[in-house]
């Protein structure tokens, strides 16, 4: 029975993959692989190390939307001021701003913070272990909530994510484009090591990150592929800016404000002053906005 050995080129396994489907030989031979790399070349991360259910979920709100490199440095920061739940739950707004400084997307930030409130209120203090009940907290949808529940539990789910996704499609997906999740997701849950499925997905996430430098044309294969808009000059960064005002000043009046962006259409700002206040970042007292407490 013919078996893939790490030696051989990934042709070689294409070729016996297109011959023989999925069978249990190129289910072996593809962990084979993947486990190879990771025991050599395996990435070390603060998040990977003392694992607990608080630990993944900070990590994996703010890996969201933030390379896993910028996110090591600062995950430490923030778990060393607010090391639980209890603690996040009773931070002002303000102090979580503060912390989450250099990341981007604040909206995570507020969003950790009521997650946090939710599971001291709801919860006793104890993450949730079922995904149903994960998905109705805010900022976390199925695949953040199946990555949770792996990583925090290390029980087996199916997800998948930018490295998941391009190592799926340097195995399976040889000589097709435009293809769509719809397509992987069968092949992940079959190919699931579930005795250790959080080493698994960290070993193909590892491999993806691999493949992404050595074929950074693999992630246009993916119909779900969208180049990221320019950070310079969008609401982003005029939000970010406005809230790193605030933290600097505690309260500012919107004539201020104003005044900081002149070369800005005034109804762009009004309607990014609305939308951070409709989102909880800030409070509007007549003509002055502050840091919601």
């Not at 023989?20 to 962990?31: A, M, P, Q, Y």
């Not at 025991?39 to 993944?56: C, L």
């Not at 998941?164 to 992940?188: A, G, H, M, Q």
Request: charged residues 30%; positive net charge.
């Amino acid at each position: 029975m013919f078996k893939i050995k790490k030696e051989l080129f990934i042709t070689d396994f294409h070729r016996v993959f297109k011959e023989n489907g999925l069978t249990l030989e190129v289910i072996k031979s593809f962990h084979e692989i993947i486990y190879e790399f990771y025991k050599n070349y395996k990435r070390k991360f603060p998040f990977r190390e003392n694992i607990t259910p608080y630990n993944v979920l900070v990590s994996e709100i703010m890996l969201q939307q933030t390379q896993a490199g910028r996110v090591s440095g600062k995950f430490l920061e923030f778990i060393e001021k607010f090391p639980d739940f209890l603690s996040l739950s009773r931070a002002p707004l303000e102090e979580i701003l503060r912390e989450w400084k250099g990341l981007g997307y604040n909206r995570r930030a507020i969003a950790l913070k009521e997650i946090a409130e939710i599971v001291i209120n709801d919860y006793n203090g104890n993450l949730p272990e079922s995904i149903e009940e994960l998905k109705l907290f805010p900022q976390i949808g199925l695949n953040t909530a199946s990555s949770i529940i792996t990583f925090a539990f290390n029980k087996p789910t199916v997800f998948i994510e930018t490295n998941i996704r391009i190592v799926f499609i340097y195995f399976f997906f040889p000589n097709k484009n435009k293809i769509n999740d719809k397509e992987i997701l069968p092949l992940i849950e079959k190919t699931l090591d579930k005795n250790n499925p959080r080493k698994w997905y960290y070993s193909l996430m590892d491999y993806g990150v691999m493949l992404k430098k050595k074929f950074p044309l693999l992630t246009k294969k993916s119909i779900h592929y969208r180049k990221q808009a320019s950070f310079k000059g969008s609401n982003r960064q005029i939000r970010g800016e406005i809230l790193r005002l605030l933290m600097n000043n505690r309260i500012l009046s919107i004539d201020k404000v104003m005044e900081g962006f002149k070369n800005i259409d005034p109804n762009r700002i009004d309607n990014i002053l609305y939308q951070l206040e409709i989102e909880g970042f800030i409070k509007k007292e007549g003509n002055n906005i502050t840091i919601s407490k």
